[in-house]
């Protein structure tokens, strides 16, 4: 995007600084919602409890590995914490198996990740058996690959225990084609602001969808009427969807669309505000974002400021990390992460 610089650098100067103090004091602002946290949770719980390891270590350089061989790794992971804490809390009630849990949820049947999350489960329990949390592992993995696919580095509390509950009925989540009021008051509901809202849907920076979603609520059937495209969606963006993505054929109902460019798909940033300002925006949910005045300039300003963003996307993450959690002597620590001890 062309920036145009004006000719009155007095007034650049001052803009700049109204807009670094704004961003300041919105940091600032969530730096201190996500201090209100459970006070049982708390930084480095488990420095000496696992003999001679360190669990953040062994947790980092079992994802890095990920990482380095599949990058997409970090969306799923950020899936995966959502709709983890969404429901009843960060609990790890989205990793049991077995008929009628929450894994088996239609919006949750697509969610991947599990695999790593198991994998670290195993190698901390050769370590020091019953003693780390699958609820645990999710948030330190997810805030690990956040950090390689150049996101903020942020800390986070330990302490969580595992639910002894996991429920379909439970599951529910926003849908692809919800109002921006429907959004904010959803994650209302999880104590986000609008504001932190808009910048935990920053996570779609790095996500994708597939073209049963948006064929025809916004491409092929807006409003209900057949062969009538969103007309909040860029026309050239369309265009391309309708010609080499998704054309509109069955066959097509799997193909992937990413939910930012492609070229920064697997980077943690801030385009997909801007693709936002330019009506790119994949899911009615998203776009719908900048067609309300109160939302839009929240994604105005942090399109603006990628460090804004990555620094309150850290605390947000956080606090959607602290939810419902159960501590002390509560729930238990599973012995595998897939099923109840």
């Keep these: 995007m062309a920036m145009v610089l004006l000719a009155n650098s007095g007034?650049?100067?001052a803009s700049a600084a109204r807009m670094a103090v704004a961003a300041l004091t919105v940091v600032v602002a969530v730096l201190s919602l996500a201090a209100s946290g459970s006070a049982q949770l708390r930084y480095g719980f488990y420095k000496g409890r696992c003999n001679s390891s360190d669990v953040e270590t062994v947790v980092q350089g079992i994802v890095k590995a990920r990482f380095a061989r599949e990058a997409p790794i970090v969306a799923y992971l950020l899936r995966l914490q959502f709709h983890e804490c969404a429901v009843n809390g960060c609990d790890g009630g989205l990793l049991i198996d077995g008929p009628g849990t929450e894994k088996t949820a239609t919006p949750n049947l697509s969610v991947k990740g599990y695999d790593l999350i198991a994998t670290i489960k195993t190698e901390l329990e050769k370590r020091c058996p019953g003693v780390v949390s699958c609820s645990d592992i999710e948030i330190l993995a997810t805030r690990d690959a956040v950090a390689l696919a150049g996101g903020p580095a942020y800390a986070v509390r330990t302490g969580?225990?595992?639910r002894r509950q996991s429920r379909a009925t439970d599951v529910k989540l926003p849908g692809a084609d919800y109002t921006?009021?429907?959004?904010?008051?959803?994650?209302?509901?999880?104590?986000?602001?609008?504001f932190e809202t808009v910048v935990l849907l920053g996570a779609h920076t790095v996500g994708a969808t597939h073209c049963s979603v948006i064929k025809n609520s916004r491409l092929y059937g807006y409003g209900g009427k057949p062969g009538t495209t969103d007309p909040s969606m860029d026309p050239a963006t369309a265009s391309v969807y309708k010609k080499y993505v998704c054309p509109n054929v069955m066959s097509s109902?799997?193909?992937a669309v990413f939910l930012d460019d492609q070229w920064t798909a697997l980077k943690v940033d801030n385009h997909y505000y801007k693709n936002l300002q330019l009506h790119r925006g994949v899911l009615s949910c998203d776009q719908n974002l900048?067609?309300?005045g109160s939302t839009r300039q929240i994604i105005d300003q942090l399109a603006n400021n990628n460090g804004a963003f990555l620094s309150a996307f850290g605390q947000v993450l956080v606090k959607l990390s602290e939810v419902n959690v159960l501590t002390g002597t509560q729930g238990e620590i599973r012995k595998v992460c897939n099923k109840f001890n």
Aim: net charge neutral; charged share 20%.
């Design 11 to 13: 007034t650049i100067m």
């Design 160 to 162: 969580r225990r595992d």
């Design 180 to 194: 921006s009021t429907q959004t904010t008051s959803y994650f209302s509901r999880l104590g986000l602001s609008p």
């Design 253 to 255: 109902d799997g193909n």
């Design 290 to 292: 900048y067609s309300d």
